[in-house]
């Protein structure tokens, strides 16, 4: 169960978000409101302590806030804003389980959207 937290919290910080732009914005806060669930939902069938879930929620949070800054120069009308929504959709679209079970692998939008932030100017 532990475990499961851990790779819910690494997803999370592994998949970016939030712009200037509405439809990025919206995505992101899609995003991350599913693996907030999903992790609140793997606490609530855990037999944790308070201060560990305390711990395990305020990660989340601060991932959630990693990710958005991973995103804020992803304006509109730059090359990434397409395939960075495209990104945090494919990971809203996932269910928990599938979030579990992928591990730190990457959706294939979120994979193209890696690779084209790697070799941006």
């Known amino acids: 169960m532990k475990r499961n937290l851990l790779v819910l919290v690494f997803a ?14 919206d995505a992101y806060h899609e995003m991350c409101e599913k693996l907030k669930y999903c992790a609140l ?5 855990s037999d ?5 879930r305390a711990m395990i929620l305020q990660s989340m949070e601060g991932a959630c806030v990693s990710i958005q800054q ?6 509109s009308a730059h090359p990434l804003y397409v395939p960075a929504s495209a990104c945090m ?8 389980e599938e979030i579990e ?5 990457s959706t294939p939008e979120c994979a193209r ?5 790697a070799t941006a100017p």
């Open 101 to 105: 079970s992928r591990g730190d692998q």
């Open 89 to 96: 959709e494919s990971m809203a679209a996932l269910s928990c």
């Open 12 to 25: 999370l910080m592994g998949f970016g978000a939030a712009t200037q732009a509405t439809s990025l914005d």
């Open 48 to 52: 944790l302590s308070p201060e560990m």
């Open 113 to 117: 959207y890696e690779k084209m932030a």
């Open 41 to 45: 939902k793997d606490v609530a069938e």
């Open 70 to 75: 991973q995103f804020a120069n992803v304006a």
